[in-house]
């Protein structure tokens, strides 16, 4: 009764008419996935029963091929080792019956010999035949593309694929490594004005390849001075001075030292210098930061009679020292090159140096930072100076720079005046009636003189055409008017003219980039082509915006001699045939044109 309460009771859902079809139909969900595992089972069971059964019968196969295999290669060995004995066996009996003709003095030779060695060469199985591997004995089909082995066998085709492999690797170890900074390289050396046409020469290759393996080389022998400067410079280019390379460099019976990179060397290291090659007399030092009080004091103590000193950025040597230096050393010193010192070198110091060194014929300050007038004004008191060339970051007055260059410019062959801003025309005026014997005149960054100035300079003047001229960036700074004032300012199309007319029959080397007054005009009339310029061979034309196609080949025609031309900001110069040797840089639109081999296009004239 209970029962029967309880299942009146049941709550029941709603039911889908599926589930009263299975219900109906005596259908079990539980049955169906019973069912659906056993038959599962049963799969996976007939499959490894069949992977078993075929593993059985692949290694059975497999074995019956491997001892069929060896069967085979143990009867084509024994085959191969009588016809070889068979063969030696002809050979020597050639050989022998060869002997007693000789005796019988039976000179007819006949072909038994030749016969005899093609019985003994292998002949090559031919294409469908079965042949083993000479390298790993597989059995194979022959092909006309089987490959020999190194023994005069066949190879297979994994050994054949193995092989080509292994010659192409082979021949490219042969070829010499193609370097990938090639263009650089290329560019590096068209910026130094470096045009190689052809093949180095046997002595830069040599020179080059010492370079490349400096770490093996224990001394250079008796290698004259004229090749240490360059190995010197690829040295000092890749900043592999150092304390181990520098003694390479230093033998007692040099007189000259070139190192154009000293970042790595120690104070030490500069002592050294002096202790091995005792009979120095031209030293050349650049990035000397570590060249101190202490290397002063031994070349002091030595009596090292230097007639030729180059210093680059030595601030460590102290104002006292250097006066010390020209007190004992200063008499012999005929030139003197002094840049980057920041801290030393004062005016003080430097009059001990006009004081002591009256032998001075060369005299070179730049970025000397604790020089003024005073100094400038001391320089006029070097009798025999020749080569003056300077560069003072502190201002100076036109006045001091005008007084020096009429005390000592009649004995001038170089002058070199960098920077001087507020230098004026009276400067310029004074450089025309005091230097007679200028070979190379520099006269850079200046806004202050004018076009009339530069007009007389050249001016009848009585000093010789000048071989090297550098007017760069005299111009007026205001760019708001990129024509210039009313009353030109800098080198302009009057001052250049007079310029070419002075000295363009023996110029050699131009710099006049950044002089943007001179016009279109002066430039066609002085590079139209019949004016010629027979020594020219270094022009610097960069950011002169006005120049273009029609007169860089204008100046190609003018100047037959040219090697560089720079042109840095010339857009206009497009698509120029550049002649045979000549280096174009610059120019970002003949980039692939940069050193042509030809004649100038006649065209373009």
């Keep these: ?45 007939r499959e490894q029963e069949e992977a078993a059964a075929n ?19 143990a009867a084509q060995k024994k085959k191969r080792k009588r016809q070889q004995e068979t063969a030696l066996t002809k050979v020597k009996e050639g050989k022998a019956k060869k002997k007693q003709k000789k005796r019988k003095g039976d000179d007819s030779d006949g072909g038994d010999s030749d016969v005899t060695w093609d019985m003994y060469t292998k002949k090559k199985p031919l294409p469908g035949q079965l042949e083993n591997c000479e390298e790993c004995d597989k059995r194979f ?5 089987s490959k020999t082995g190194p ?8 050994c054949s694929k193995e092989q080509t492999a292994q010659e192409k690797k082979n021949q490219k170890a042969k070829k010499p490594a193609v370097s990938r900074d090639k263009r650089r390289q290329v560019q590096s050396n068209l910026l130094d004005g470096i045009v190689q046409i052809g093949a180095k020469s046997l002595q830069d290759i040599c020179i080059k390849e010492v370079a490349n393996n400096i770490l093996d080389i224990d001394e250079f022998g008796d290698l004259p001075q004229e090749l240490l400067n360059p190995l010197s410079q690829i040295l000092s280019r890749r900043r592999a001075i150092t304390s181990r390379t520098l003694d390479l460099f230093l033998r007692s019976d040099l007189d000259t030292i070139d190192l154009y990179d000293c970042g790595k060397l120690e104070t030490e290291d500069y002592i050294r210098i002096f202790s091995v090659v005792s009979n120095i007399r031209n030293l050349n030092l650049r990035n000397a930061g570590q060249f101190k009080d202490e290397v002063i004091d031994y070349i002091i103590e030595r009596s090292i009679p230097i007639k030729t000193l180059q210093l680059e950025a030595a601030n460590l040597v102290s104002n006292d020292k250097w006066t010390q230096f020209f007190m004992n050393c200063g008499e012999p010193l005929e030139f003197l090159k002094l840049t980057w010192l920041d801290y030393s070198m004062d005016d003080d110091a430097f009059s001990h140096l006009i004081r002591y060194c009256p032998n001075l014929t060369r005299l070179k300050l730049k970025k000397c930072f604790r020089l003024t007038d005073a100094a400038l004004s001391a320089i006029k008191d070097l009798k025999q100076l020749e080569r003056l060339s300077l560069r003072f970051p502190t201002p100076t007055s036109s006045d001091a720079l005008a007084e020096l260059i009429s005390k000592i410019g009649p004995n001038l062959r170089t002058l070199s005046l960098e920077n001087f801003t507020d230098a004026d025309d009276d400067v310029l005026s004074t450089i025309h009636t005091s230097c007679t014997q200028l070979s190379k005149l520099r006269f850079t960054e200046n806004d202050y003189c004018t076009d009339a100035g530069f007009v007389g300079l050249f001016t009848e003047w009585s000093n010789p055409p000048l071989a090297f001229i550098d007017l760069s960036s005299n111009r007026s700074v205001d760019y708001s008017m990129p024509d210039g004032p009313e009353v030109p300012t800098g080198l302009a199309s009057a001052g250049f003219e007079a310029l070419m007319e002075h000295s363009g029959a023996r110029l050699e080397h131009l710099d006049i980039s950044s002089c943007r007054h001179i016009t279109y005009e002066t430039f066609s009339n002085i590079f139209d082509g019949k004016n010629q310029y027979p020594f020219l061979k270094d022009i610097n034309i960069s950011f002169l915006t006005k120049i273009d196609t029609a007169i860089a080949a204008g100046m190609f025609r003018s100047c037959p001699e040219l090697i560089k ?19 174009l840089i610059g120019v970002p639109n003949a980039q692939d044109s940069i050193v042509q081999e030809g004649d100038v296009d006649a065209d373009l004239f």
């Design 151 to 158: 023994e005069g066998g066949l190879l297979c085709v994994k």
């Design 141 to 145: 089909t022959v092909t006309p593309y």
């Design 565 to 583: 031309v720079t042109a840095f900001g010339c857009f206009n110069v497009i698509d120029v045939a550049v002649p045979k040797g000549v280096a």
């Design 1 to 45: 009764m209970y029962a029967l309460i309880a299942a009146n009771n049941r709550i029941r859902g709603p039911q889908s008419a599926l589930t009263d079809f299975l219900a109906s139909n005596n259908i079990s969900a539980a049955q169906i996935t019973a069912d659906y595992d056993r038959r599962q089972r049963e799969a996976r069971q």
């Design 55 to 73: 593993g059985e019968a692949i290694e059975q196969q497999q074995e019956e091929d491997e001892e069929r295999a060896e069967i085979e290669a």
